[in-house]
């Protein structure tokens, strides 16, 4: 049994799915959760729920919001107190940011965005993709301890169930150092949805879209779905989509359980990007398409014609 | 300024990527060879301050082996100044890469300025450089950076978070800055560029000569193998107009029933 340390990454209070998703994978485990200020009470007790024993909430002067520096320093005061084996977070745009820092000041290793998490007795063995998914390999941690891993959402799954009890909540005050790289001022987006990385749910464009007006029909049935509408790497060198929203090799890889290909023919780099989504559907006039190698339900034919009836039946189907 | 550029050479998008035959690594056999796209990105910024502050040199550093096609011979054809070439495997981790960095530049004698990175190499996909780099440097540094404003040492950077949004960050040089898509467009080498690439220096080191030994390795891979191929799929034919309100409730009702996921 080894002792873990797991990051509880929260968006106004509600903890992200990815974390649960790490806690029911290392339930035999003895697992501390630490969070920043500003968890709900249901966050809290979801936390306990999924085998959090204690959980760990740093408030403090200078962490209100995020900064790299600011939460990395805070988090190396919890961690260094409390001798873990591994520390676990979601591999989040946060996520990916702040942990390497973290590692790196305790010039420990560390893993980035496994897919899936293994042990032989205490030592972690995970799987992770490399070059965007071509191929996969087994990979473990060598050096100092703590050992730092993140995980890529929807790739565990949630688990079935959570028997755990109630986590004591231990309030820490954090202490965010001297903070050189300032945050002045955070400009949100278009979206309101959750970022790509972390949608259950995906309805993609490519360059057959034509033009970024035509991006609402797939931004209508992504509004029924829940989902979050992505672009091929066509699609946003063609100007017909953010960078934000490209979905391949040199944009984000993704793993929802679904994902809707309109348009998109599937080049090497895109498919790369989403190939382990649980179910894919594609929507392509061309039959030779190699989006279609890849689809669960493949449909032949002009996206222009088919999106439209989708949208309305899932709209029934939801209702 | 003394800018540093740290690339990195990956095999293209384009190119299969398959295991070698003990699974030890990648078949690094008939692969094409490009400079990390992200990179590009860095090179671009650089050459941009450099066209604006004319006394700044960019010096390009990349850790990996020797090959005939050299991302570092691009960025100079593009207009950097001279390059750091620390020879190693292609299978480093990114706690030795960093260390391995961290030595070439100071082996070079420069103190940084300013050290561009590109968000993450698209070959082991870790973003973590950047990052670590920082710390073992102590330097500031920002991630995926979609916008750069320098005035003296101070700098104005605007990193893209979750769902496009936008976190605008205030620092001063010197920092880490690692680049994404959307912070410029990258030159292409002019012919002569690339001639005059051919003259300027490469200094080339070992993996000794900067400090890195066995013992830093951090992650250990093993048993590369390729992702399961999924059964093949069901196909629906809806090119005719009155196909497609059939197909599709077909679809919808096999989403639901069959893949469970709606």
């Not at chain 2, 012919?191 to 070992?206: C, E, F, Y």
């Not at chain 2, 093949?232 to 996921?261: C, Q, T, Y």
Request: proline content about 4%; aromatic content about 6%.
């Amino acid at each position: 049994m080894a002792k873990i340390l797991v990051f509880a990454e929260h968006n106004s209070g509600t903890v992200k799915g990815v974390t649960f998703e790490i806690l029911g994978k290392l339930s035999s485990h003895t697992l501390e959760v630490v969070a920043f200020d500003g968890l709900s009470d249901d966050g809290v007790a979801e936390l306990g729920k999924h085998g959090a024993t204690t959980i760990h909430k740093i408030k403090g002067e200078g962490l209100d919001t995020y900064s790299p520096e600011g939460y990395a320093n805070a988090l190396k005061e919890v961690i260094s107190s409390g001798s873990y084996d591994y520390v676990f977070a979601g591999s989040t745009s946060l996520g990916k940011d702040l942990f390497p820092r973290v590692a790196g000041m305790f010039d420990a290793g560390m893993i980035s965005e496994v897919v899936e998490i293994n042990f032989d007795g205490e030592t972690f063995k995970g799987t992770r993709p490399l070059f965007a998914g071509k191929v996969l390999a087994t990979v473990e941690l060598d050096g100092p301890k703590p050992h730092f891993v993140t995980v890529r959402p929807n790739s565990i799954g949630m688990p079935d169930s959570a028997a755990g009890g109630s986590a004591n909540v231990v309030d820490v005050t954090g202490n965010a150092g001297s903070i050189r790289a300032v945050v002045n001022e955070i400009i949100k987006g278009a979206s309101e949805k959750l970022d790509l990385t972390e949608a259950s749910i995906i309805v993609s464009g490519g360059r057959a879209m034509k033009n970024s007006d035509n991006f609402k029909i797939l931004h209508e049935m992504a509004d029924v779905l829940g989902a979050t509408v992505g672009a091929s790497r066509a699609a946003v060198d063609s100007g017909y989509a953010d960078h934000s929203m490209q979905v391949g090799q040199t944009g984000k890889t993704v793993a929802p359980t679904l994902y809707i290909a309109c348009g998109i023919s599937g080049a090497i780099q895109h498919l790369a990007g989403m190939r382990t989504s649980k179910v894919i559907v594609a929507i392509n006039t061309d039959p030779d398409a190699p989006i279609f190698q890849k689809a669960d339900y493949g449909i032949v034919g002009d996206l222009f014609k088919v999106v439209p009836v989708l949208t309305e039946e899932l709209k029934k189907l939801m209702n | 300024m003394n800018i540093f550029v740290c690339v990195k050479q990956v095999p293209d998008t384009e190119t299969k990527v398959t295991p070698n035959s003990d699974g030890s690594f990648i078949n690094l056999d008939s692969i094409k060879w490009i400079m990390n796209p992200y990179d590009e990105f860095a090179v671009e910024q650089a050459l941009q301050i450099k066209a604006a502050q004319s006394e700044s040199t960019v010096t390009v550093v990349r850790v990996g082996s020797v090959r005939d096609t050299e991302a570092l011979r691009t960025a100079m054809a593009m207009g950097a100044d001279e390059s750091i070439l620390v020879e190693a495997e292609d299978n480093l981790d990114s706690y030795c890469i960093a260390k391995a960095i961290k030595g070439g530049i100071e082996k070079s004698g420069k103190t940084p300025d300013l050290i561009l990175c590109g968000k993450q190499a698209i070959d082991d996909d870790c973003l973590q450089v950047p990052q670590l780099l920082s710390q073992m440097m102590e330097l500031p540094s920002v991630s995926m950076v979609v916008g750069f404003e320098q005035t003296g040492e101070d700098l104005k950077l605007r990193r893209e978070i979750e769902g496009g949004s936008i976190e605008v960050y205030s620092l001063k040089t010197p920092a880490v800055v690692a680049c994404n898509k959307g912070l410029n467009t990258p030159r292409y080498a002019s012919l002569p560029g690339i001639m005059k690439a051919k003259r300027k220096p490469l200094a080339q080191h070992s993996l000794a000569d900067v400090g890195v030994t066995d013992g830093d390795r951090r992650v250990k891979y093993s048993s590369f193998n390729l992702p399961p191929e999924k059964p093949p799929g069901k196909k629906f034919e809806a090119m005719d107009e009155d196909a497609v309100a059939g197909v599709v409730s077909e679809v919808v009702g096999l989403l639901r029933n069959e893949a469970k996921v709606i």
